[in-house]
């Protein structure tokens, strides 16, 4: 049964049934406002001018961009597991990935004696394949990081695998310099470029205090392929020929492909919603100096 209080003009105290108890300040002849708390829906007004509002849970723009989560338009799928079988299994991914993309941008330099000898072209000629391949990379990975933002990693990571390929079997047909500088230069870095943010973007999804170690992991990769491809170059280059050396690489290339695009998994939901570049983030110090 509900019970009711009389208090002065300033206002009455109604308890009504159950949980569902408010109290209600009604307006006096002086003051035409009023402001009311209920405990059932957790709101507090304090403000003379209507309701108190919430503070804002929008994060940072730095947030967003490292994190990919929007506002609140999605379900918090929870803190970074920091480890297990799959967390783990990401950070040996982006290993191999790192080897196929970086690592082989890494060997550039054990092409570059062959190409001068057999093409008669300039060394600064020469180096224009590998200074874009090394651009695009990063270039690319500008608008591939923020796709993978919006959902759309394997799109993003099988069209890069995809180029790749053809990239790295094309390369081996090439004889002048203009093949060269389109198969090695510019489609083997949009495909570099298509895989490489995405999957350091991925993984770091699945780490917090140990990102820093994995992305470093990760990131050793460049080294596994700037050791083991000029090796292979050096190697094989005398006795089979450019064209089949190339294809070996190429081949090698293809089994990593397969295995990352098959065992990749993203962690966060999609945001849909955004610019495809965040420039808010480079008004944050951490992020703009990094």
Known sequence: MAQT????????????????????????????????????????????????????????ALKRTITGISSASWPDPGPPPDGGRVAWTQAALLHLSTFNTFGYTTAFGSFQTYYESTLGVSPSTISWVGSVQIFLLFFIGTFSGRALDAGYFRHVYITGCAMQIIGIFTTSFATRYWQ????????????????????????????????????????????????????LVQQLLPRIGFGWTIRIIGFIMLAVDIVTTAFYRTRLPPRRTGPIVEWSAFREAPYALY
């Open 180 to 231: 060269l500088f389109l198969s090695q230069g510019l489609c083997m870095g949009i495909a570099n470029g298509l895989q490489f943010t995405p999957t350091m973007g991925l993984t770091s999804t699945y780490f917090s205090t140990k990102r820093a170690l994995v992305l470093g992991v990760g990131a050793l990769g460049s080294c596994t392929g700037g050791v083991l491809f000029p090796i």
């Open 5 to 60: 209080s009389q208090r002065d003009r300033e206002g009455r105290t109604s308890v009504l049934p159950g949980d569902q108890a408010m109290t209600v300040r009604w307006p006096s002849a002086d003051d035409g406002d009023f402001d009311c708390t209920s405990s059932r829906l957790g709101v507090k007004a304090s403000n003379p001018d209507g309701f108190e509002k919430a503070p804002s849970a929008r994060p940072s």
